[in-house]
């Protein structure tokens, strides 16, 4: 499984972005795909997952409303797009794959694949 993230840049506060995250194929077939954030000094914080069978999504509060995740499988991409964007959003954006959801959404640290990561910077 191999995943590469893309589309982080500057914007300004109320901006939006969307991440991209490319994966390889049939990755999206099996596997859970979330997206993470460590900002400069902070622990790594999930943003978003996509389960692979149903689609079915998740946010933290911190995000809920703002962003959204989705995926294109014949593109076999995943998508991230994050609206109404704040300063406290500035972080290094990671995409992730694994299997369990589970291990997604509670055990980030045993989380199988990671791509490298993304800056997105939200600053005036």
């Known amino acids: 499984v191999q995943l590469q993230a893309s589309g982080g840049g500057l914007v300004q506060p109320g901006g939006s972005l969307r991440l991209s995250c490319a994966v390889s194929?049939?990755?999206?077939?099996?596997?859970?795909i979330g997206w993470f954030r460590q900002a400069p000094g902070k622990g790594r914080e999930g943003v978003s997952c996509?389960?692979?069978?149903?689609?079915?999504?998740y946010y933290p509060d911190s995000v809920k409303g703002r962003f959204t995740i989705s995926r294109d499988s014949a593109k076999n991409t995943v998508y991230l797009q994050m609206n109404s964007l704040k300063p406290e959003d500035t972080a290094v954006y990671y995409c992730?794959?694994?299997?369990?959801?589970?291990?997604?959404?509670?055990?980030?640290?045993?989380?199988?694949?990671w791509g490298q990561g993304t800056q997105v910077t939200v600053s005036s």
């Open positions: 992730a794959a694994d299997p369990l959801v589970v291990t997604m959404r509670n055990s980030q640290n045993a989380v199988d694949y």
């Open positions: 194929r049939g990755t999206l077939d099996r596997n859970t």
């Open positions: 996509i389960e692979w069978g149903d689609g079915t999504t």
